[in-house]
């Protein structure tokens, strides 16, 4: 077998493997609360931490408390794969809006698709509460979220809060 047949069936086992990997993930509403939310949470704070120039600190963000992650106030969305959670994300219901939060994939499963069935099931649920409007915030220092909320449909808009870890605000309409 020559290196390119070699190359190329590797690939085609490693893109087959992803797919199967992919199609194992389920993502559903959880109780903020539980093991599995409090557990992306903390990957997510970490990940933060690490990436953001001034570190992360959950306590200066704007507010999502379980309180407003819970229904009707808000929902929050855990991605799993294998009974361990993979990706999180949030929605918090106002009256105008919609405000996406926490949006997390664990980087052992970036490139799968998770963030976008996480964002895809976090707007299904906006819709159903009938939001007409989602908004979301994010740092410079995550690129992919900045190009994952761009492909959805989201506009960059003028800062419409004071999140002080924020640099770039999105909105989509989901008239």
């Known amino acids: 077998m020559t290196n390119n047949k070699k190359t190329d069936l590797i690939q085609k086992m490693s893109s087959d493997e992803n797919r199967q990997r992919a199609s194992a993930v389920t993502v559903n509403v959880q109780d903020p609360t539980s093991?599995?939310?409090?557990?992306?949470?903390a990957n997510y704070y970490h990940e933060l931490a690490e990436r953001f120039e001034?570190?992360?600190n959950p306590e200066q963000s704007i507010s999502a408390s379980t309180e407003e992650l819970t229904?009707?106030?808000g929902y929050f969305v855990v991605a799993e794969l294998h009974g361990e959670a993979v990706g999180c994300g949030a929605l918090k219901c106002h009256t105008a809006f919609g405000e996406v939060k926490r949006m997390w994939v664990a980087p052992s499963v970036r490139g799968l698709g998770i963030g976008k069935h996480l964002l895809a099931r976090l707007e299904?649920?906006?819709?159903?509460q009938k939001s007409p409007l989602l908004r979301l915030e994010t740092n410079k220092a995550l690129v992919e979220a900045q190009t994952l909320y761009k492909n959805f449909g989201y506009r960059e808009v003028a800062a419409f809060n004071?999140?002080?870890y924020a640099h770039h605000w999105f909105e989509k309409s989901l008239k």
């Open 124 to 128: 299904d649920i906006a819709r159903e």
């Open 35 to 41: 093991h599995l939310a409090r557990a992306c949470l």
């Open 54 to 56: 001034d570190g992360f």
């Open 71 to 73: 229904p009707p106030q």
């Open 162 to 164: 004071t999140e002080p």
